[in-house]
C-alpha cells in the first residue's frame, strides 16, 4: 500500500498488531502481526471470511479494545499509552460509527439518538445539527420515530446520519449492510458513499462483498487474522 | 452545567419511552405505603393517646389533698384550655336503714373533657352514651350499689346532710381508671350539691382534681408552666403515670403500627431491587455507545446518578402525595372508631417519606449503577460483553445498610427492627443459596422429561442471577405477606387474649387470713373462677444497698412516687404463672429458707435496682433485709394479682398479713358482692371492669388500625410479584420469538411458563413460609411477650398460594408475547 503520505494526514497507523484472547480451549490468536494505515479522506475496505478477525481490527483501530502486541496510532496519539478514558476523549466528535446491528437506542427517538454524540461533544444546538443530519439521510419526517417503529434500512439511515452528526474526520463501519436487504444494502452504501464525500471523511469499511470493495481507494484481505495482500 | 443538562435530557426520554416506569412506579408505592403509614400511624397514636386519655377524662390532672390554687385554673383558661373540678371522698349512702359504703364523686359541669359516661334508665334498658354530668340534685350510681341497697331509679337515698334522686344508672365514667382502688361503688353528683351534704370540712379526706384538656401544644406549654410552680402536696397526673396496663396496651399498639410499617418497607426494597436490574441491563447499550462518541466513565456516571437522583426525588414527592392521599381516605374510614376526628398529621412523615424514595432507591441501584460506567465500548461489537457484574457482597452489604437504616427509622424501636431485619437478612441467605442449589440440580434434569418440562426449567437455568434475584424478590414478597397473615391471624388475636373473655375484673384485698381458708369454698359454691390467693403485706424502701432511700433522690416523677408510698410485698413458693424470669434464677428448695427478693423489671429499671443488691423495707416498724435473687417480668395487662417485689416463704412468712385474690364477676350477678361483704366484713372489694373493658376497646381498634395499614404492603407486595415477572420479560421476548419461529407452539410456550412460574412460586412460598413463621415466632415471643402457636395455614397458604398466584401472573405476561406475530416482536426490539 502507499506509503508516501504526509505524516500528518495519517488517521490511523497500525504496526504489528497482535490479539490473542483467553477461549475456553486455552490461549487463541486472533490477530497476528497486522500493519496499515489510513490516511485522511481515503476509503479503505477490509475484507475476509467470517470469523476471520475484521470486527475485532476494527475495535482495536477505533481504541475500543486494547491490543496485545504492536502498536496502533489514532490521530497521531499510541493509544498504547492511553487508559480507556483517554481513548475514548480521543474518539470525541471525532469518529463515527456505522453498525451492521444499527445500535441505536430503543428508548431514544431517531432524532435523540442522533443528537447524543452533539450532545457529548458540547454543541450548544444539538437538535438543530441532528435535524439537519437526519435531513440529509432522507428522514426529516421521522424526526420522532423510536427505532422499533422504523424499518431496517430506516434504522441504519439513522446509524448513518448519528455518525456523521458530529463532523468526524475518520468513520469505522463493521458491515453496514450486512443486515440488510440487496436493494436496501446498496441504496445505504451509496448514501454513505455520499456523505463521506460531503465531509471527506476518511472511512474503514469492513465488509465481504467483493462489489462494494471494489468501490473503495483501498482494500486489505485478512484471512485467519493475518493481512493478506492489498490493492 | 452539561451534565445537568444531560441528565434532564435523558430523564425525560427515559420517562416518555417509558424505560423507568416500573421502578419510578415501585418507588411512588413504596413512598406511599410507608407515608400513608407515616401520616396514618402518627394521627393513630395522637388518637390512642387521647383515648388513653380519656382514662383520665382530661389530657392533664392536677390533683391533691386541698383546692388547688385557683392561678392554675386561670393559666389553663389564659391558654385556652378547657378545664372542670371533680372533687371525691369516701362516704356513706342510705337508703331506708340500709347504707353502703361508696366512693362520692362530684364533678363541675363540662366533665368529663375527654371520653364519656354511659348511663342506662333501667338495669336492663340500652346503654346510652352522655357527655353531661348530673344535674343538681340528682345522683348516678353503680348497679352494684343498687343491687346492694335494693334501690329503683327515681328512689331517694341521703347523702350526708342532703337527699339526692336517683336518676341513672351509671355504668361507664371514663375517669375510673384512676380511683383504681376504689372502696365501693361510685356515685356521681353536681359539685353544687356538695355544700347541701356538709359532708366537706378541711378535716375530711378528700381528693381535689383540676381536669385539663385542649390542644397539644397548648397542654404541653400549660404542663411547662405548672413544672416549678407546683405547690407541695399537688401532683400532676398524666398519661405517663396512668396504670401500668394501659401503658403496656399502648406501648404494644404502637408496635404493631411499626411492625406493619416495617413490612411495607420490606416489600417496596424489593421491589425497588428487582426492577432496577431491568433498568440498569439496559442502561449497559446507552452506556457503550456513549464510550463509543467519546464520552468518559465519569460523565456517564454523574448523568446516570443524578437522573437517578432527580427520579427518587420525583417518585418520593408522588408517593408523599399518594400516601397524605390514601391517609386521608382511610381515616375517613376509620373516624367512627377514633371518636369523631383523629388529630392532623404532623409534616413529620413528609420527610421520612422523601428519606425512605432517597434511600431505597440508592441502596438497591448504587452498586450496579456504578458499574455501568465501566461498560466496555467493545460491547458495541460484541454483545456478550456486558458491565463487570457488581460485587455480590457490595449489593447485599448496601441493600442491607439501606433497609437497616430505613428499619431502625421506621420501628423507632432497635429490638424489632433488629429481629425483622434478621429474619429478612435469614430469608435472602436461605434464598440464595436455594437459588444457587437449585441451579446445580436441575441442570442435569433439564435434559430428561418431555419439552415443554424441559423448557420450563431452561427458563429457571438460562440466567441464574436472575433466577436467584426472582426468587429472592419473589420470596420477600412472600415473607412479607405471610408475616402479614401471622400477625393478622395470630399476633392481634394474641393480642387480644391477653386479657381472656373471663379475666378477672374485681379484685379482693384486706382478706383476713383466717378467711382466706374460706373464700375458697365461698368461690366454688358460687361458681365463680377465681385466681390463686395470694399473701400481701405493705411495707417502704428504705435502703438500697448501703444508702438510704428518698424521693428527692429522683429525677423520675413516678420514681418519686414509688418510693413516697408503700409497697406491696408478698412471699411465694412458686412464680405466678405469667411472670417471666429475665435475670437471675427463681428460688427452689436449696435456697427458699434464705432471705431473698424477685423484682420487677419495670421498678428495678425506674429504682436502679440491680441483681445482687440488699434491699431493706420497713414492715410496719419492723425491719427486714434480704438480696436481690431474680429479675421477674410482668404482664400487668393479665389483670392478675401481681406484685412489685416477692420476698421468699422464710423471710415474710411470719409477719401478720393480709391477702389479696382476684375473680370474674359474670355481668348481671353484682348481687354476689352484697353476700360477699356479708360474709367477709373486712374484705374491700375493688372493681376493674371499667378500665379492662376500655383496654380492650383500645386494643380493638389498634388491631384494626393494623389491618388497614397493611393494605398499602399487599399493593406494594402486587407491584412487586409484577416487578418479578417483569424482570425476566426481555429474555422470554427474545426466547418466544426463536421457538415460535421454530414451530412451538402457543400453548407450549403457556404451558412452559406456566411451570417456570410455579416452581418458582412454590419454592419461594415454602422458603417464605418457613422464614416468616421462624420470624413470626421471634417477633412475638421476644419483643411482644406473647406464646406463639405456628399455624400449618400459614404454610400451606404460602406455598399454594404463592405457586397459584406466580404461576397464573407468569402465565399472564406471557401471554401477549405469544399473541403478537413473532415478526412484530422481531421488529420491536
Ligand atoms: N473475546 C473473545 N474470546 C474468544 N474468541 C473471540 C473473542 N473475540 C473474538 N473472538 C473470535 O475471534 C474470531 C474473529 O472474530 P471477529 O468478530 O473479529 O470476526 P469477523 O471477521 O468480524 O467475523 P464476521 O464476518 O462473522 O463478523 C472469531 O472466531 C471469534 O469467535
Ligand atoms: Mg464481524
Redesign the interface.
Known amino acids: 500500500m502507499d506509503t508516501d503520505h504526509n505524516p500528518d494526514s495519517i488517521l490511523v497507523k497500525a504496526n504489528g498488531v497482535g490479539k490473542q484472547v483467553n477461549g475456553p480451549g486455552g490461549n487463541l490468536t486472533i490477530l497476528q502481526d497486522v500493519s496499515l494505515q489510513l490516511a485522511s479522506g481515503e476509503v479503505t475496505a477490509i475484507l475476509g471470511a467470517s470469523g476471520s478477525g475484521k470486527s475485532t481490527l476494527l475495535g482495536l483501530l477505533a481504541g475500543l479494545d486494547e491490543t496485545s502486541s504492536g502498536d496502533i496510532e489514532l490521530f497521531g496519539t499510541s493509544l498504547n499509552s492511553l487508559n480507556e478514558d483517554q481513548r475514548a476523549a480521543l474518539r470525541a466528535g471525532k469518529v463515527g460509527f456505522v453498525f451492521q446491528s444499527f445500535q441505536l437506542l430503543p428508548g431514544m427517538t431517531a432524532l435523540e439518538n442522533v443528537m447524543l454524540p452533539l450532545e457529548l461533544a458540547g454543541v450548544s444546538h444539538p437538535a438543530e445539527g441532528a435535524t439537519e443530519a437526519l435531513r440529509q439521510v432522507g428522514l426529516t419526517d421521522r424526526l420522532h420515530h423510536y427505532p422499533g417503529q422504523l424499518s431496517g434500512g430506516e434504522q441504519q439511515r439513522v446509524a448513518i446520519a448519528r455518525a456523521f452528526a458530529s463532523g468526524p474526520k475518520l468513520l469505522f463501519a463493521d458491515e453496514p449492510t450486512g443486515s440488510l436487504d440487496q436493494a436496501t444494502g446498496s441504496r445505504i452504501i451509496d448514501l454513505l458513499f455520499q456523505m463521506r464525500e460531503q465531509t471527506g471523511a476518511a472511512l474503514l469499511l469492513v465488509t465481504h462483498d467483493e462489489r462494494l470493495a471494489a468501490r473503495c481507494d483501498h482494500r486489505l484481505q485478512i484471512e485467519n487474522g493475518q493481512l493478506e495482500s492489498s490493492a | 452545567m ?1 451534565t445537568f443538562v ?1 441528565a434532564l ?1 435523558f430523564l425525560r ?2 420517562w416518555r ?1 417509558g ?1 423507568l416506569r416500573l421502578l419510578v412506579l415501585a418507588l411512588i408505592i413504596a413512598v406511599s405505603a410507608v407515608t400513608a403509614v407515616g401520616f396514618f400511624t402518627d394521627r393513630v397514636e395522637q388518637a390512642m393517646i387521647l383515648q388513653a386519655n380519656q382514662v383520665m377524662a382530661a389530657d392533664l390532672v392536677l390533683s391533691s389533698s386541698r383546692p388547688v390554687p385557683e392561678s392554675f385554673e386561670q393559666q389553663a383558661e389564659a391558654l385556652g384550655l378547657r378545664t372542670a373540678h371533680t372533687l371525691s371522698f369516701p362516704s356513706v349512702i342510705m337508703h331506708r336503714d340500709e347504707t353502703q359504703l361508696v366512693e362520692v364523686k362530684a364533678v363541675s359541669r363540662g366533665y368529663p373533657l375527654r371520653g364519656e359516661l354511659r348511663v342506662r334508665t333501667q338495669p336492663s334498658a340500652e346503654e346510652q352514651s352522655v357527655t353531661e354530668p348530673p344535674i343538681p340534685g340528682n345522683l348516678w350510681g353503680e348497679a352494684r350499689l343498687m343491687a346492694a341497697l335494693g334501690l329503683q331509679p327515681g328512689d331517694q337515698v341521703s347523702l350526708g346532710e342532703t337527699n339526692l334522686a336517683l336518676e341513672q344508672i351509671l355504668s361507664r365514667d371514663s375517669a375510673l381508671g384512676n380511683s383504681f382502688f376504689r372502696l365501693g361503688p361510685e356515685v356521681l353528683i353536681a359539685l353544687e350539691d356538695i355544700p347541701k351534704t356538709g359532708l366537706v370540712t378541711p378535716a375530711s379526706r378528700v381528693r381535689y382534681r383540676l381536669l385539663v384538656a385542649g390542644d397539644q401544644t397548648q397542654v404541653e406549654a400549660f404542663q411547662r408552666w405548672t413544672g416549678s410552680r407546683l405547690p407541695r402536696g399537688v401532683r400532676l397526673e398524666h398519661l405517663s403515670s396512668a396504670r401500668p396496663e394501659l401503658r403496656n396496651t399502648l406501648d404494644r399498639g404502637s408496635r404493631f403500627l411499626s411492625l406493619a410499617a416495617l413490612v411495607a418497607v420490606l416489600v417496596a426494597g424489593a421491589t425497588v431491587a428487582l426492577s432496577t436490574r431491568r433498568f440498569v441491563e ?1 442502561q449497559s ?2 452506556s457503550a ?11 456517564i456516571l454523574r448523568v446516570l446518578l443524578l437522573r437517578l437522583l432527580l427520579l427518587g426525588l420525583l417518585a418520593s414527592l408522588l408517593g408523599i402525595a399518594g400516601g397524605w392521599l390514601a391517609q386521608y381516605i382511610l381515616a375517613g374510614l376509620l373516624s367512627d372508631w377514633f371518636g369523631g376526628t383523629l388529630p392532623p398529621p404532623t409534616p413529620w412523615p413528609v420527610l421520612v417519606g422523601l428519606g425512605t424514595g432517597l434511600i431505597t432507591l440508592i441502596g438497591f441501584t448504587l452498586p450496579p449503577a456504578l458499574r455501568l460506567g465501566a461498560v ?3 460491547r ?4 456478550d460483553l456486558g458491565a463487570p457484574p457488581a460485587s455480590t457482597w457490595l449489593l447485599a452489604l448496601c441493600a442491607l445498610g439501606a433497609m437497616a437504616l430505613l428499619m431502625r427509622w421506621q420501628a423507632g424501636d432497635a429490638t424489632l427492627a433488629g429481629w425483622v431485619l434478621l429474619g429478612t437478612l435469614g430469608t435472602v441467605s436461605l434464598l440464595l443459596l436455594v437459588a444457587w442449589a437449585l441451579i446445580h440440580l436441575l441442570r442435569p434434569l433439564r435434559h430428561r422429561g418431555g419439552t415443554l418440562w424441559r423448557q420450563g426449567l431452561s427458563g429457571l437455568l438460562r440466567d441464574p442471577a436472575m433466577t436467584a434475584l426472582q426468587l429472592s424478590g419473589f420470596g420477600l414478597g412472600i415473607l412479607a405477606m405471610l408475616l402479614l397473615v401471622i400477625i393478622r391471624v395470630d399476633l392481634l388475636d394474641a393480642w387480644q387474649r391477653t386479657i381472656p373473655e373471663r379475666a378477672p375484673n374485681h379484685f379482693l384485698i384486706n382478706i383476713q387470713p383466717e378467711d382466706a381458708e374460706t373464700m375458697g369454698e365461698f368461690f366454688r359454691q358460687q361458681q365463680i373462677e377465681q385466681a390463686g390467693i395470694y399473701p400481701m403485706l405493705r411495707a417502704r424502701l428504705t435502703r438500697i444497698n448501703a444508702s438510704p432511700v428518698s424521693p428527692d433522690q429522683y429525677q423520675d416523677d413516678r420514681a418519686q412516687r414509688l418510693v413516697e408510698r408503700e409497697f406491696n410485698l408478698s412471699w411465694a413458693v412458686e412464680p405466678q404463672k405469667e411472670n417471666h424470669i429475665v435475670s437471675g434464677h427463681w428460688w427452689d428448695a436449696s435456697n427458699q429458707e434464705s432471705p431473698l427478693f424477685s423484682v420487677e423489671t419495670g421498678i428495678a429499671e425506674t429504682l436502679g435496682i440491680k441483681l445482687g443488691d440488699k434491699l431493706s423495707f420497713d414492715l410496719a416498724g419492723v425491719p427486714i433485709e434480704a438480696e436481690v435473687s431474680n429479675l421477674r417480668q410482668v404482664r400487668w395487662d393479665s389483670f392478675q394479682p401481681n406484685f412489685f417485689v416477692i420476698g421468699t416463704p422464710a423471710l415474710l412468712r411470719d409477719h401478720p398479713t393480709n391477702y389479696i385474690t382476684s375473680f370474674y364477676l359474670p355481668p348481671g350477678q353484682e348481687a354476689l358482692l352484697a353476700q360477699l361483704v356479708k360474709q367477709y366484713p373486712s374484705v374491700t372489694i375493688i372493681d376493674v371492669s371499667a378500665i379492662m373493658q376500655q383496654i380492650r376497646e383500645i386494643m380493638q381498634r389498634g388491631s384494626l388500625a393494623v389491618e388497614y395499614v397493611f393494605l398499602f404492603t399487599l399493593a406494594a407486595g402486587l407491584l412487586m410479584l409484577y416487578a418479578g415477572i417483569q424482570a425476566s420479560r426481555e429474555h422470554r421476548r427474545q426466547e418466544s420469538v426463536v421457538l415460535r419461529t421454530l414451530g412451538m407452539q402457543r400453548k407450549g410456550l403457556i404451558q412452559a411458563a406456566g411451570i417456570e412460574f410455579i416452581t418458582l412460586g412454590m419454592l419461594a412460598g415454602t422458603l417464605a413460609s418457613l422464614c416468616a413463621t421462624v420470624t413470626g415466632w421471634f417477633i412475638a415471643t421476644e419483643v411482644f411477650g406473647f406464646a406463639f402457636q405456628p399455624n400449618a395455614w400459614t404454610a400451606i397458604i404460602g406455598i399454594l398460594g404463592s405457586g397459584i398466584a406466580i404461576g397464573l401472573a407468569g402465565v399472564l405476561a406471557t401471554w401477549p408475547l405469544t399473541v403478537q406475530p413473532p415478526l412484530r416482536m422481531l ?3
Open positions: 452539561n444531560l435530557r426520554r427515559d419511552s424505560e439496559r447499550d446507552t455507545i456513549m464510550r463509543c462518541l467519546g464520552a468518559s466513565q465519569s460523565l466496555p465500548p467493545l458495541v461489537l460484541r454483545r421488529q420491536n426490539r
